[in-house]
């Protein structure tokens, strides 16, 4: 049987975030004088924000930082520069509207925060086709542990076996395999290797390889 749901993962996914995600932090570092490389701000595309400045600051030997400042410094230039573009990846727009069309639920799991999913996705017309979106306020852990697939079938009512997820990076592979989900890796800057689990798709452009490859006919 063709899956019920299918789960998205936001950042490298739907969006192409990552120039973003960097941009912000390097302007927000740049209050204290810090030149933040290209390579170095990267990692903050992958893993939760919080977890990136911390670890950024031990390096560096830094106690006592105002951490929550400067999360809400980086996360309002993030919402600033979601706002100026809508980077969404090519063939994404189809694909989900060939979901629908099929009367296949849709949802967002991600380890951004709620408001920027909403930016993009309302900019770009996506948002009434998102049936749920599970971003990091939603859960006590974030990937790659699997609270948000879990939170993400439980609202909607469907069995990890009727579903299907969409990660590009393999803290997300681990995330939803952790979920007992079925993934399909989706390449986009990155190559497909060990951390694909095997269903791997360079791109979404493709749409019959793209709703083959999730599990429909």
Do not use: C
Not at 160 to 180: F, I, K, R, Y
Not at 181 to 207: F, I, K, M, Q, T
């Amino acid at each position: 049987m063709p899956p019920r749901a299918v789960l998205f993962d936001f950042d490298g996914v739907i969006a192409d975030t990552e120039n973003i995600h960097i941009a912000a932090w390097q302007r927000t570092l740049s209050r204290m004088g810090w030149e933040l490389t290209d390579e170095a701000a990267l990692l903050a595309a992958e893993i939760d924000d919080r977890v990136f400045v911390t670890e950024l600051f031990e390096r560096r030997k830094i106690e006592g930082a105002d951490l929550d400042g400067w999360l809400i410094r980086k996360q309002e230039l993030t919402e600033t520069l979601l706002a100026d573009s809508v980077p969404i990846y090519p063939g994404v727009a189809a694909l989900i509207e060939a979901l629908r069309s099929k009367g296949v639920r849709l949802g967002v799991v991600t380890t951004t925060r709620h408001r920027n999913v909403e930016i993009v996705l309302e900019a770009a017309n996506l948002r009434a086709a998102i049936e749920i979106i599970i971003a990091k306020e939603d859960v006590a852990a974030v990937k790659p542990a699997p609270d948000g697939y879990r939170l993400a079938l439980e609202r909607l009512g469907v069995s990890s076996a009727d579903a299907v997820a969409l990660e590009d990076s393999p803290t997300g592979v681990e995330s939803a395999g952790a979920a007992n989900l079925r993934v399909v890796a989706v390449g986009h800057r990155r190559p497909d290797g060990e951390w694909s689990g095997g269903v791997y798709l360079r791109d979404l452009v493709d749409l019959d390889a793209t709703v083959k490859a999730l599990g429909f006919p």
